[in-house]
Nanobody, 118 residues
Framework: VQLQAYGGGLVQAGGSLRLSCAASGTFLSINAIGWYRQAPGKQRELVAGIAGGSSTNYADSVKGRFTVSRDNAKNTVYLEMNSLEPEDTAVYYC?????????????WGQGTLVTVSS
């Protein structure tokens, strides 16, 4: 199973970006899926996640600005980021808990850099 993330880049403060992350390979289903981020010199933190039943959770710092969604037919999770702030600058990693024969496995994408200029 592989996760491939897309959509990072450079944007001015107040702008928007949309990240995508697609899962590929052989598996039964995707349970929880979402995004973490890691800013320089900081620990990785959860940004937003969406469970199999489509319930979502967000970091307090992004509530009202970011929206996580998933397309189960495409095995893809999206992160719509609006009103971006310089503090959102980080490498964004998608993650997924994927059901395979024999259990559930955790997977991570390669990371995509988001840079927000002031």
């Amino acid at each position: 199973v592989q996760l491939q993330a897309y959509g990072g880049g450079l944007v001015q403060a107040g702008g928007s970006l949309r990240l995508s992350c697609a899962a590929s390979g052989t598996f039964l289903s995707i349970n929880a899926i979402g995004w973490y981020r890691q800013a320089p010199g900081k620990q990785r933190e959860l940004v937003a996640g969406i469970a199999g039943g489509s319930s979502t959770n967000y970091a307090d710092s992004v509530k009202g600005r970011f929206t996580v969604s998933r397309d189960n037919a495409k095995n893809t999770v999206y992160l719509e980021m609006n009103s971006l702030e310089p503090e959102d600058t980080a490498v964004y990693y998608c993650y997924a808990y994927i059901a395979v024969i024999g259990g559930t496995t955790e997977h991570w994408g390669q990371g995509t850099l988001v840079t927000v200029s002031s």
